[in-house]
């Protein structure tokens, strides 16, 4: 199981997506999205990410260098695993997580639960409370073909984990994962951060996330 240690970064004044990409440039190491597990998907795009938090926020910063890109869901908690996709998933408890989902242009996907086949989506006027920023800005696209290189901010309040209500990320232990896909591209893929011992694709199984400590 891997681990990492997430930093508390000091901020005067809110912190906004600017910011964050700024702080996490410049204070915070790079982690590559690397597994493979499963061989008949061997697509490897070049995945790292940056993450801290500040108390109240989490602050998270993915780069991505890939041969083809899709960008065609533009509606909150729609189907962006299909387009080229990165995914942040955090287990509180063990058992139950959240799971964060963002295609290239910055469209979200947000529920909670215990499993694939147990989860509630987050209401929208809550996941609109995310904010998020992509290189590629916000408009949808159908597939094209590179190489590209693309970079996503996000940038998390506490509260939108309406499910542990008060809580905060600063001493917080937990799990998680990171992931990179896109099932609809023409050379589908399906990465991970921490290696995931399933016989298909599969993200959603916490007892495969590895330890996440925040300061």
Known sequence: M???EVILMETVG???LNSASLLLENLVEMHRVDCINWKEFSGKPAVDFRIGHT???????FYVREDFLRA????????????????FFLAIDGRHYYNFEFNCIGTPHVAWGEGRHNRQHLPPEVVR?????SSLG??????RTGPFSWNLVVLIPASV????????????SATANFYKCGDKLPEPHFVTWNPVGTPQPD????EFFGKIDFE
């Not at 108390?55 to 910063?61: A, G, M, N, T, Y």
């Not at 065609?72 to 995914?87: A, F, L, P, R, W």
């Not at 984990?161 to 917080?172: C, E, K, Q, R």
């Open 14 to 16: 809110p912190v906004t």
């Open 161 to 172: 984990l309406v499910h542990d209500p008060g809580i905060s990320f600063a001493g917080l």
């Open 129 to 133: 409370t995310i904010g998020v920023k």
């Open 55 to 61: 108390v109240d926020h989490l602050l998270l910063k």
């Open 72 to 87: 065609m869901e533009t509606e909150i908690n729609g189907d962006v695993y299909q387009d080229s996709c990165v995914e």
């Open 203 to 206: 993200f959603h199984r916490p």
């Open 2 to 4: 891997k681990s990492l």
């Open 138 to 143: 916000k408009d949808p696209f159908g597939v």
